[in-house]
């Protein structure tokens, strides 16, 4: 007699939660052409590429990155101050507009890769993580090139 009354109970509890569950900016995250130059052996820091795509309707905030090849990973932009190109921190991370992309290339955005457990040679498993707003998260397989020009 327990046993039918907290089968019903838990059945009535189960029925007004939402039928479908809000999906994760982790879901909405493509990513294309993820890749690091190899470095040599005594190499301190490094920078992962990627193009990413968002595919949902609303924006999506990146707000770190991890790398299994580092003990740190920021995101991290290069600007132009004085004439001179500077790199810095997005503390705030970035947003993809809704249905928008954002390359992270040489020269421009990048997943800044400091403290290297290890240095990345071709055919190494490397992987980055992206954290978002909403604390899902997403790995990506990264492609370790010779060298990288873009």
Known sequence: MK???LVALTAAALS???ITAQAEMADHIVAENVR???LPPVAKTGAIYADLKNTADSPIQIIAAKSNIAEKTE???MEMHNGIMHMQQLKEGITLAPKGHHSFSRGQDHFMLMELITT???AENVTLTLVFKD???K???V???SNIRN
């Open 3 to 5: 046993n039918r009354i």
């Open 139 to 141: 790995t990506f397989n």
């Open 143 to 145: 492609k370790v090139l």
């Open 16 to 18: 007004i939660l939402p």
């Open 120 to 122: 990345p040679q071709k």
């Open 75 to 77: 995101l991290h932009t």
């Open 36 to 38: 690091i130059s190899s």
């Open 135 to 137: 604390n899902s998260e």
